[in-house]
């Protein structure tokens, strides 16, 4: 979002610098939703032919098998097409890109440190705040990269597991639920609230969960993961899901679990703390219609602000 906001100001006649200390494009093109289609994709691909490739006329379906290295060469290829894209259209547009962490020093200054550029200072007439979010965490389910991981390192594993418990169905779990099914896991979803996708419409959870027993996903509404339960073994994580009121157990394994609750907003050390004006409701800025925040000619916008 922030640097489709670069790219307007720009066309406006506004002279622009955007503040990156990762890789152009943030969280959906780099570790989100074009890299996790570009998977499901494949994985799509894989399940139409497996499944429905004798009634196409696909003689010999049943012998497809996956590449997973292959996949993970789509996907990053893709990733990096519209990077370098998103680099163009600063050059085309005219936007600055300051490379390094970025610290405010009041509501339009920033301190730029640890790029290639060495430590800098820039101030503007407004100033829009993006930084974006990353996967949250649960108590006691702490994420090691290995057995316990998010989204984002989901994305860096070199293989599918062959058993998977994700914890969260909303829309990030539902869709790892979905790949990794297709790619051939054993996968247990768990929600803790009554139904997949709760902030869907009942009759989409209904249908869903319907696809997703036909397709072999077990799904375990209104449960959680009890994290005293959990033990390390030679082939994975042994551990309890347990009902939400304590009525029913299920002891399983799995290779990992996958905890998919939510993303957070990246507001922390950041320096808002020391804006006269700035209000942040856990963690988020609060904004008005206008994506103001209570500092003058200050502005968020994206994943760190409600909604």
């Excluded at 497809?64 to 259209?89: I, S």
């Excluded at 009525?247 to 679990?257: N, Q, Y």
């Amino acid at each position: 979002m922030s640097y489709v906001g670069a790219i307007r100001a720009a066309q406006l006649g506004m002279k622009v610098g955007l503040v990156e200390r990762d890789r152009l494009g943030g969280t959906c093109l780099n570790r989100g939703c074009i890299p996790t289609k570009a998977m499901l994709e494949t994985a799509d691909l894989l399940h139409r032919v497996t499944d429905q490739g004798a009634e196409f006329g696909l003689a010999g379906s049943d012998g497809v098998t996956l590449d997973y290295p292959a996949l993970a060469r789509r996907r990053d290829a893709v990733v990096e097409k519209h990077v370098k894209g998103v680099e163009f259209l600063m050059k085309k547009n005219g936007v600055s890109v300051l490379r390094g962490n970025g610290t405010l020093t009041g509501p339009t200054s920033v301190h730029i440190s640890g790029g290639e550029a060495g430590d800098l200072d820039a101030a503007a007439t407004d100033l829009i705040l993006a930084t974006g979010s990353a996967p949250r965490s649960l108590p006691g389910l702490d994420v090691d990269g290995k057995r316990i991981i998010t989204s984002d390192e989901a994305l860096t594993r070199e293989d599918v597991p062959a058993r998977v418990a994700i914890v969260g169905a909303g829309a990030i779990g539902v869709e790892w639920a979905s790949l990794y099914g297709d790619l051939g896991a054993q996968v247990h979803l768990v929600e803790f609230l009554d139904r997949i996708v709760p902030l869907e419409d009942p009759d989409v959870s209904k249908e869903l969960t319907r696809i997703f027993k036909k397709r072999g996903v077990k799904t375990y509404p209104s449960s959680t993961i009890n994290p005293s339960s959990i033990e390390r073994t030679k082939g994975g994580l042994h551990f309890a899901v347990e009902a939400r009121d304590g009525g029913s157990r299920v002891e399983m394994e799995t290779d990992i679990i996958l905890v998919a609750v939510g993303r957070r907003p990246l507001t922390d050390g950041i320096g808002l703390e020391g804006i006269a004006g700035v209000e942040l409701d856990r963690g988020f800025v609060k904004v008005d219609e206008y994506m103001q925040t209570g500092a003058p000619h200050m502005y968020a916008i994206g994943d760190i602000v409600p909604g």
